[in-house]
């Protein structure tokens, strides 16, 4: 492939412009490009001993194919000249020198010899880069008329692709994004741009690009495609997009034949729930890297030839490290180490790295120098999740260095609790969890691949405490990552107290487990129903699988989040009964679509930008206009509840009328199925996640069976704080005394016969189940994991025990009050 030099007086114009014409292309399609530019940082110049040195580099990388130097002026040409005479002759031939515009003409000059373009071609699409601004600008005169076409050409097709799953385009998702784009476009630049904020465009060939596009669940990019396979790749990424990159769970197809691996329960800690979650041991300790600014580079080439093996090496092991993954953890797990292999050959990181090397330094250094800036790049970013990626552009960037510094992968030997900077994915994975009791790490937050992957294992992972880490080896460390608390050489009787928790949390783990298919009853013999929320048949089976009594929410905009196309009412009746065959004789919940907000459906028409989407046309509110969707989702239900245990639950309801909307809509959809009136033993609920309806209950929910608190959409509107925005964070608590407060006024007010369900990120904390039932609450639907644990904490108390705590909290001036109660009922709960 043809390389690249460009020669300029200053050396931050030459990276930028390098820099921009980077994001034309990625990958092993990228051609070499050198810079010999300025005589340092800060000083104007041209030196043509450093332009004979990059002229050295680039036939080398060149393989002989030629190289083709653009420059800016004046000195420039006399330092390119020299240069020439300098090198030997068979590099001297296979240079060319050209007069074209150097930014222009650099970005196509890239393009071309990525598209496989000889010397001749690439030199003259950079000699033609002035014409697009020529003839926009009426002076066609100012550039050659074309001759033939090389590269990408022709008019840009663009498509919108919405951000639907929940932590919106990270890593993995920004890889399948970027691995799509080279495999179907070789000879076609994409480029994406975020609608909602404004960010980029940027190279779709890019990891690290596209995930600084800081795109969230909910905002919209846009691909803009130029050349012969623009409308094979938009169909492609459109496709893409609906299936969040990937990232949602459910069924993308119907379920006729479709068999599901039955649930299994593992042993490990973590796995069912609620983890021992502390840990007690000597401190173990990593070897800490030299600075390999210290080290003395040889030639450009050498170290350009060690860096390259390195990162073959890393590959290699990352390949190693995916296949254990998907062995022991899951495809999405082994997905991840994927997504890190693309990572190493990121043209943000490598192109920076060869100009660091072609400016002198180690490889090492180089390495280093561009996985910082990089990493540093992404600590810039407003989004916490995406901010903690840095940690796995590091983790990538540690591996590569060990490499290049003759160095072993970290080995964790002894037992004991590992203490490191960030926890990397591939350390999370390698360590021996039968030796390993906890982790601690000093940077980094707890949604790092590393830190959920070592969760996942069933190993306790405390991050971020800083300098408390600072530990010699084999000191004794103990902590709790409910409290936060970490305890360094701890007193006798502290260390006491951490092993007699970390034993009572073991035995409540394994009884939870051994007891997962028993009922939740009280010790005063109340039973409470505790559900599994569903958002496939899968995690059906999984919650069916501990124990839990039936599922109190169908996430239904979730099951069919990758569909591109609403699914016909056969499919649905399809769908709902498979799940209600997994539950059965236990009921199923099935809310309705609940698209708008932060749940974009491909098939649901998407309401016009709005300052604030969660106060938009959301759940019911969002087929106002034409319920069709709606009429052939009940329909679907009512055929299912003729012969199952069905209830149906409709989202976003706030008046009374809206209640009458709901009941009307059924009726006609009964009659759409044949049947006159709604089978006899569908249930009718309502959510109450708004406020308004919380307050009016008691008329609102007059002849239904059943009402279901909605918590997380309760918590951000009672108290005006989007949830999922850091900005509000501190006033987004849900254990707010004003929430607690609300969800009391529901359950005594809910007519007498209707049942108070609850469900969202409350009901999932097995610490909050006593305090939900003591506030009257008859009913909890929780993530499926954590269905054995929330009734193991139910059994432990009295009915009266949790509506004296309940009293307490509603007392209590805030949530760290109420908090505090928890903490110390908990105590209680498992003395």
């Not at 080398?60 to 000195?75: E, K, P």
Request: overall charge negative; some cysteine.
């Amino acid at each position: 492939m043809i390389s690249l030099v460009v020669v300029a007086h200053s050396r931050p114009l030459a990276r930028a412009a390098v820099a921009l014409a980077a994001q034309m292309v990625a990958g092993p399609d990228a051609p070499h490009v050198g810079v010999a530019a300025g005589l340092d940082e800060e000083t104007t110049g041209t030196d043509a001993a450093a332009v004979a040195e990059a002229l050295r580099v680039a036939h080398a990388a060149s393989g002989g194919a030629g190289v083709l130097v653009l420059l800016d002026l004046g000195s420039a040409v006399l330092s390119t000249e020299m240069a020439l005479e300098l090198v030997d002759p068979e590099v001297a031939e296979a240079v060319r020198v050209t007069s074209a515009p150097l930014v222009e003409g650099l970005v196509s000059a890239v393009v071309t010899a990525a598209a496989g373009g000889d010397l001749d071609a690439v030199e003259r699409e950079a000699r033609r880069a002035l014409l697009p601004k020529a003839v926009h600008l009426g002076d066609e005169r100012t550039a050659d008329p074309p001759e033939q076409h090389v590269g990408p050409a022709g008019e840009a097709l663009t498509a919108e692709l919405p951000v639907v799953g929940e932590h919106g385009l990270h890593a993995r998702p920004a890889a399948r994004l970027v691995a799509r784009v080279a495999e179907l476009a070789p000879r076609t630049t994409v480029r994406v741009r975020n609608l909602t904020s404004g960010r980029g465009p940027v190279d779709a060939r890019s990891v690290s690009a596209v995930a600084t596009l800081d795109a969230r669940r909910g905002h919209v990019l846009q691909a803009e495609a130029r050349g012969p396979e623009a409308e094979t790749v938009l169909e492609a990424l459109t496709d893409l997009a609906a299936r969040a990159f990937g990232d949602l769970p459910g069924p993308a197809e119907p379920l006729a034949d479709v068999v599901l691996p039955a649930p299994t329960v593992s042993a490990e800690p973590g796995v069912a729930g609620s983890g021992l979650e502390a840990a007690v041991g000597p401190a173990v300790l990593v070897d800490v890297l030299p600075d390999p600014h210290g080290i003395e580079a040889e030639d450009t080439a050498t170290e350009l030839a060690r860096l390259e093996e390195a990162v073959q090496a890393a590959l290699a092991q990352f390949a190693e490290l995916s296949e254990q993954a998907g062995r022991d953890l899951g495809e999405e797990e082994a997905e991840l180490f994927l997504a890190q292999s693309i990572l190493l050959r990121d043209p943000r990181i490598t192109t920076r790295a060869h100009e660091l090397v072609a400016g002198g330094a180690s490889a090492a250094a180089a390495w280093s120098d561009a996985v910082t800036e990089t990493a540093t790049a992404f600590e810039q970013l407003p989004d916490p999740y995406q901010r903690e990626r840095a940690q796995d552009i590091r983790g990538i960037g540690e591996r590569v260095l060990r490499l290049l510094l003759g160095l072993e992968q970290p080995r964790v030997v002894e037992e004991g609790v590992l203490v490191v900077d960030e926890l990397d994915a591939a350390v999370a994975i390698s360590v021996d969890a039968s030796r390993v009791h906890g982790i601690v790490t000093r940077a980094g937050g707890d949604t790092g691949h590393g830190v959920l992957i070592a969760a996942s294992r069933g190993i306790p992972v405390l991050t971020g405490v800083g300098e408390r880490a600072d530990v010699e080896p084999g000191t004794l460390l103990a902590f709790d990552v409910r409290s936060g608390e970490l305890a360094v050489d701890p007193s006798p009787p502290v260390r006491s107290a951490f092993e007699e928790m970390v034993a009572t949390r073991r035995a409540e783990r394994e009884a939870a487990l051994h007891n997962a298919h028993l009922p939740a009853v009280t010790t005063d013999h109340v039973r409470i129903r505790v559900k599994a929320n569903v958002s496939s048949v899968a995690v059906a089976r999984l919650g069916a699988g501990l124990g839990a009594d039936g599922s109190g929410l169908i996430r239904t905009e979730a099951v069919f989040a990758q569909w591109r196309q609403a699914p016909t009412t056969d499919q649905q009746v399809e769908v709902y009964r498979a799940i209600a065959d997994v539950y059965h004789p236990h009921p199923v919940t099935i809310r309705t679509w609940d698209a708008g907000g932060d749940k974009p459906l491909a098939f649901v028409p998407r309401e016009a930008a709005t300052a604030n989407p969660f106060l938009g046309a959301r759940g019911l509110r969002a087929f106002a206009d034409d319920p069709t969707l709606v009429l052939e989702q009940l329909e679907a239900i009512c055929r299912v509840a003729v012969d199952r245990r069905i209830r149906v639950l409709f989202p976003m309801i706030t008046t009374a009328a809206d209640v009458a909307t709901a009941r009307e809509l059924l009726d006609r959809a009964a009659r759409r199925a044949g049947l006159g009136r709604p089978p006899e033993h569908l249930e009718v609920g309502i959510m109450i996640e708004v406020p308004a309806a919380a307050l009016r209950v008691r008329q609102l929910a007059t002849g239904l069976d059943f009402v279901s608190i909605g918590s997380n959409d309760l918590v951000q509107y009672v108290l005006a704080a989007e949830r999922g925005n850091p900005a509000v964070a501190p006033w987004s608590d849900r254990l707010e005394p004003a929430v607690l407060e609300l969800i009391r006024h529901v359950a005594d007010g809910a007519p007498d016969g209707v049942d108070v369900s609850l469900c969202g990120a409350m009901a999932a904390d097995p610490d909050l189940a006593g305090l939900l039932v003591g506030l009257g609450v008859t009913e909890l639907s929780t993530s499926a994991a954590t269905v054995p644990m929330v009734k193991q904490r139910l059994r432990a108390g009295s009915t009266a025990e949790f509506r004296a705590l309940a009293d307490r909290a509603l007392a209590a001036a805030d949530a760290g009050e109420v908090r505090a109660l928890l903490e110390r009922a908990g105590r209680r709960a498992t003395a």
